[in-house]
């Protein structure tokens, strides 16, 4: 198992460039999210999903769009990035079930806008 | 909605020394807990987990935490630390009620190891 990978490691763009990031896990999770790690500010949601075809919209979406057409894999697309989008965006996964099982991180993406 | 606060933004401690670090939540009833550590340039692996029962979890790399309801705390200890567990440590809330709604986590501590 490979667990939760993210495409690519390191990207940096230009101002108004667009881009997608791939989240894939081979767990065969329902779960699957994207936040970014900012400096003092922790982690924060962007945006998640609870299955095929489903998304919500997390903390601090605005700039972010997301899809869920494959169960394994949860893409986040920046159409116009912005220099405050500039942060390391990690992909979680986690299975359903009783209780609450824990998320599987991704090694993240770092991410530069310039 | 739930709420983690972990109030130090940095600790630094001597190799050998002993570790606490603080975490409260804000949440109507019991929370599922959970700690994870983050290493320069990592994901984040999970320590720990508390969804119920015993109050005193054991994790991995010898940490523990305890949960304390009249505190609203989940503090996680380690009698003796190691060079290597310097790395940035999260506290991290899921609600009991809806298990499908997302993590919410602390902003992080980071832990600073010194010989």
């Known amino acids: 198992n490979a667990g939760v990978t993210q495409t690519p490691k390191f990207r940096v763009l230009k101002t108004g460039q667009s881009m997608t990031l791939l989240c894939a896990q081979d767990m065969n999770h329902e779960y699957m999210y994207w936040y970014r790690q900012d400096p003092g500010m922790g982690l924060r949601l962007i945006h998640y999903?609870?299955?095929?075809?489903?998304?919500a919209k997390g903390e601090v979406p605005d700039g972010y769009n997301v899809s869920r057409l494959k169960k394994q894999n949860f893409l986040l697309g920046l159409e116009s990035a912005a220099p405050s989008q500039t942060s390391v965006y990690f992909c979680?996964?986690?299975?359903?079930?009783?209780?609450?099982?824990?998320?599987?991180f991704g090694p993240g993406t770092r991410l530069t806008v310039l | 909605a739930q709420s983690v606060t972990q109030p130090d933004i940095h600790i630094t401690v001597s190799e050998g020394a002993s570790l606490e670090l603080r975490c409260n939540y804000s949440?109507?009833?019991?929370?599922?807990l959970f700690w994870y550590v983050q290493s320069p340039g990592q994901g984040l692996q999970l320590l720990l987990k508390y969804f119920s029962g015993d109050t005193l979890v054991q994790g991995i790399k010898g940490f523990e935490a305890e949960f304390k309801r009249s505190q609203s705390s989940f503090n996680l200890r380690k009698p003796s630390v190691h060079w290597s567990d310097a790395a940035e440590y999260f506290c991290a809330v899921g609600d009991r009620i809806s298990g499908n709604t997302p993590l919410v986590f602390g902003k992080g501590t980071r832990l600073s190891v010194i010989a």
């Open positions: 949440y109507g009833a019991t929370p599922y």
């Open positions: 999903s609870v299955g095929e075809g489903t998304t």
């Open positions: 979680a996964s986690r299975p359903p079930g009783q209780g609450y099982n824990e998320q599987f």
